[in-house]
Nanobody, 116 residues
Framework: QVHLVESGGGLVQAGGSLRLSCAAA????????MGWFRQAPGKEREIVSH????????WYANSVKDRFTISRDNAKNMVYLQMNNLKPDETAVYFC?????????WGPGTQVTVSS
């Protein structure tokens, strides 16, 4: 089992940057693919990025490619999402999640608000 808690959200102006962190508790963290999702008001949750257990495999949604970077530190049980050049329509609650065959563990989320 993996317990996840996100941090690092906040208010930023358009074009600004934020770095989200996800702290994972559990002895098997490094066995999981880790992902970041977001959910804007009135919209469905969407996947933003994910990273394989060895950090050698990453994937990004087209909308965030070349602006967001996902990383993980298995020694510290941490996952990060560096977000640059943020846009107002990226205002959302951002969630960290863990998967083996499905996204089975979720954090409570952290609010990111991008002002225009």
């Amino acid at each position: 089992q993996v317990h996840l808690v996100e941090s690092g959200g906040g208010l930023v102006q358009a074009g600004g940057s934020l770095r989200l962190s996800c702290a994972a508790a559990g002895p098997t963290f490094r066995q999981y693919t880790m992902g970041w999702f977001r959910q804007a008001p009135g919209k469905e949750r969407e996947i933003v990025s994910h990273i394989g257990w060895s950090a050698g495999s990453t994937w990004y949604a087209n909308s965030v490619k070349d602006r967001f970077t996902i990383s993980r530190d298995n020694a510290k049980n941490m996952v990060y999402l560096q977000m640059n050049n943020l846009k107002p329509d990226e205002t959302a609650v951002y969630f960290c999640a863990a998967a083996k065959k499905a996204w089975e563990y979720w954090g409570p989320g952290t609010q990111v608000t991008v002002s225009s």
